[in-house]
């Protein structure tokens, strides 16, 4: 007998009735049912964990984000990330770049190979090592250069009937916000959706998201999805956001970090059911031993596989009773046969624990002033030293 509980489980009837919360999302010529993306997240969305969250629910599963220089160069990490398996379809691909000519090679190898239905541009990453190069969230306040970059990406992407997508943040700060702008920029060069992550770089994943700007784009761009992201720790969270902003769909990043199933939670909500799954430990470890097995198919590596896997102990026990020299113990684990060890230590009969288990996971962390190109705010336009060096500001790495 399985221990995942349905709460407010209705009959087969009653939900067949029960009225979409949302019409499908419509992204170019995909059409995705449930209105609900997962957000690329490096050394997580990869192949394996996509899978779980798609035997889960439905929706748009976008793959870890891949640098545009490091995709044209073939590194083998870079073609691994984009790597999806036969029966994932639609295909979904995040790239990240500073230089227009190289995102749009990396947009025309992607979709002239045929290895995604879908590109999304990174205006989103606040982490100094992309920020430092005038990449991510901090890229669209030099509106030429982010003009640019999209409108040759979907230029290149456009013969090959690939949609291609934005994701950024509100702007660097409060002082220097971007997002409304990029929103008519990107809807004017023909993208087929923007999600806007309510916050800024300088907030990083700290504080509350701004699901208030979520509104104000939404007003603003008008003749393409608007999707929000922020904040998003169940489907009740999914909800609250379409309610009081208008969007058009929900990005969940965080929130599904060691819990694949709040795809289900989000699928049934967004068709008007009130069923939400409540796994019992039992489900949780058979989850994790599952996780585990995709990793070493998709690395090929058992000890690399276990070593990417030690992260996402402490988001699938999270509000489990497990005991602290357990978890550390889960936090070293380096083979499936000790992993298998460490599970049959667990008291498996342990209910879902409630409210322990929900709410905020992953790294949060305080606000952080974002590390920017010498220069970089004194003004809109870009810099001809920084123009002649954009290819080189390229990152040379994978994975975000």
């Known amino acids: 007998?399985?221990?995942?509980?349905?709460?407010?489980?209705?009959?087969?009837?009653?939900?067949?009735?029960?009225?979409?919360?949302?019409?499908?999302?419509?992204?170019?010529?995909?059409?995705?049912?449930?209105?609900?993306?997962?957000?690329?997240?490096?050394?997580?969305?990869?192949?394996?964990?996509?899978?779980?969250?798609?035997?889960?629910?439905?929706?748009?599963?976008?793959?870890?984000?891949?640098?545009?220089?490091?995709?044209?160069?073939?590194?083998?990490?870079?073609?691994?990330?984009?790597?999806?398996?036969?029966?994932?379809?639609?295909?979904?691909v995040q790239l990240y770049g500073v230089d227009p000519a190289t995102v749009a090679a990396a947009v025309h190898m992607i979709v002239s190979e045929?290895?995604?239905?879908?590109?999304?541009?990174?205006?989103?990453?606040?982490?100094?090592?992309?920020?430092?190069?005038?990449?991510?969230?901090?890229?669209?306040?030099?509106?030429?250069?982010?003009?640019?970059?999209?409108?040759?990406?979907?230029?290149?992407?456009?013969?090959?009937?690939?949609?291609?997508?934005?994701?950024?943040?509100?702007?660097?700060?409060?002082?220097?916000?971007?997002?409304?702008?990029?929103?008519?920029?990107?809807?004017?060069?023909?993208?087929?959706?923007?999600?806007?992550?309510?916050?800024?770089?300088?907030?990083?994943?700290?504080?509350?998201?701004?699901?208030?700007?979520?509104?104000?784009?939404?007003?603003?761009?008008?003749?393409?999805?608007?999707?929000?992201?922020g904040d998003i720790w169940s489907a009740e969270d999914a909800l609250a956001m379409v309610e009081q902003t208008g969007c058009d769909g929900v990005v969940v990043g965080r929130g599904c970090q060691g819990r694949p199933w709040l795809f289900a939670d989000l699928a049934a909500a967004f068709a008007g059911s009130d069923e939400r799954v409540r796994p019992g430990l039992r489900h949780v470890a058979a989850t994790v031993r599952r996780h585990a097995e995709l990793m070493v198919e998709h690395f090929d590596d058992e000890s690399k596989a276990l070593r990417e896997m030690r992260k996402h102990m402490a988001w699938y026990f999270k509000g489990y009773v497990v005991g602290g020299e357990l978890r550390s113990r889960f936090g070293l684990v380096s083979t499936l046969a000790e992993l298998d060890d460490l599970l049959a230590l667990l008291d498996l009969d342990q209910p879902y624990p409630g409210e322990p288990a929900e709410g905020q996971r992953g790294r949060a962390g305080a606000p952080k002033r974002p590390i920017l190109p010498y220069g970089w705010l004194d003004s809109r336009e870009l810099s001809e030293e920084f123009r002649q060096d954009l290819h080189e500001a390229e990152l040379s790495v994978s994975g975000g």
């Open 1 to 92: 007998m399985s221990d995942v509980t349905l709460t407010n489980e209705r009959s087969d009837e009653r939900a067949s009735t029960a009225t979409p919360v949302l019409p499908p999302l419509r992204i170019g010529p995909l059409q995705i049912d449930t209105p609900v993306v997962l957000a690329p997240m490096a050394g997580v969305t990869n192949a394996a964990f996509r899978r779980l969250c798609r035997e889960s629910g439905a929706g748009l599963y976008v793959a870890e984000m891949v640098t545009s220089r490091a995709l044209v160069e073939r590194g083998e990490e870079s073609l691994r990330i984009i790597s999806h398996e036969p029966d994932e379809k639609p295909r979904s």
């Open 114 to 229: 045929d290895r995604a239905d879908h590109v999304d541009l990174n205006f989103g990453c606040p982490v100094a090592k992309v920020t430092r190069r005038g990449g991510g969230a901090v890229l669209p306040w030099k509106r030429d250069l982010f003009r640019a970059i999209v409108t040759q990406a979907v230029a290149a992407a456009e013969p090959y009937g690939v949609p291609v997508t934005v994701k950024m943040r509100k702007g660097i700060d409060e002082d220097h916000l971007t997002y409304l702008e990029a929103g008519l920029v990107a809807q004017e060069a023909g993208v087929a959706a923007v999600a806007l992550h309510a916050r800024t770089a300088a907030d990083y994943y700290s504080g509350t998201a701004d699901w208030e700007a979520i509104a104000r784009l939404k007003e603003t761009v008008t003749d393409i999805p608007v999707l929000g992201n």
